[in-house]
């Protein structure tokens, strides 16, 4: 994922229709400040001027449901639980696993995607399934997030040790690590893995899976009625289709 500049001087209502990146403060009544990434594609990338994505959607229609409008800050994955946590941001919402750690600095509501953690390789790699790495490979994973935390770990605990692991901004600088020869192997979220193999000759998506996971949107601790009021939107789009509806025009089974 590459640094995006954030888009000043819109109008507001040019802001609403696409979600262009804002500083206004977060919890003032009418408004929702949403946290993302986006450089994760399908879920939030730029396009021109323009953030799209499955949390794009997903997030104008929640807003929708509730009566507010919605405005979005494009920041480094890394620092979005720290600005929900701070008040900066209503809620953070860029591809987000529900983690046990994460769970202690915000609280998260309802599911509302599965995703899978996938392995991307080089198509020549002697790397040919999760099992053939190790702590003597360099793995190279997006800084804060699960494919991060996952394979930081210990060993013993299923990781392979920092020392293993090179972390980087986002996923395209990881990818292009790969490219160069720098890593042996690249850590994250199925969906974007394919759009960075797709993009980038020469690379593969190993078969097995590296971990199986659940998206869920993060508010302040504390902040239930928020949770709740999202929790209840989640469920009206899910019940109606609309949820399934937006995944499927961004992945093609």
């Given at each position: 994922?590459?640094?995006f500049?954030k ?15 804002t500083s206004?403060?977060?919890g003032?009544?009418s408004k929702l400040?949403?946290a993302?990434n ?17 949390d ?8 929708k449901?509730?009566g507010?409008k919605l405005?979005?800050e494009?920041v ?22 529900v983690?046990p750690d ?6 998260f ?6 995703a ?5 390789v080089?198509?020549d790699?002697?790397?040919?399934s999760v ?8 793995i ?5 997030t699960?494919?991060d935390i996952?394979a930081s770990?210990s ?11 090179v972390?980087y901004?986002?996923?395209p600088d ?5 490219k160069q ?8 979220d199925?969906?974007p893995a394919k759009?960075?193999v797709k993009a980038?000759?020469?690379l ?7 971990a ?7 508010v302040?601790?504390g ?6 009021d999202l929790?209840?939107a989640?469920?009206?789009l899910k019940d109606?289709?609309?949820?399934d509806?937006?995944?499927?025009k961004?992945?093609?089974e």
């Amino acid at each position: 994922m590459k640094n995006f500049k954030k888009i000043a001087g819109l109008a507001l209502a040019a802001a609403l229709a696409v979600g262009t990146l804002t500083s206004c403060k977060a919890g003032s009544g009418s408004k929702l400040i949403m946290a993302t990434n986006a450089t994760f594609p399908p879920y939030e990338y730029v396009d021109g001027k323009t953030m799209k994505g499955i949390d794009i959607d997903i997030a104008n229609a929640l807003a929708k449901k509730m009566g507010k409008k919605l405005e979005i800050e494009d920041v480094e994955f890394d620092s979005i639980i720290a600005g929900v946590s701070q008040g900066k941001y209503d809620f953070g919402m860029a591809g987000m696993t529900v983690t046990p750690d994460r769970k202690k600095n915000v609280d998260f509501t309802d599911s509302y995607a599965n995703a899978v953690q996938s392995v991307i390789v080089a198509e020549d790699s002697p790397i040919k399934s999760v099992d053939d790495i190790s702590s003597k490979n360099k793995i190279g994973v997006q800084q804060g997030t699960t494919g991060d935390i996952y394979a930081s770990d210990s060993p013993k605990n299923g990781g392979y040790g920092e020392d293993a692991v090179v972390k980087y901004k986002s996923g395209p600088d990881a990818v292009e690590a790969l490219k160069q020869g720098k890593v042996d192997c690249v850590i994250i979220d199925n969906e974007p893995a394919k759009a960075y193999v797709k993009a980038n000759k020469g690379l593969k998506i190993l078969d097995s899976a590296y971990a199986n996971e659940k998206y869920a949107i993060c508010v302040k601790k504390g902040n239930d009625s928020l949770r709740k009021d999202l929790n209840k939107a989640l469920k009206e789009l899910k019940d109606d289709g609309t949820i399934d509806s937006i995944v499927s025009k961004y992945i093609k089974e």
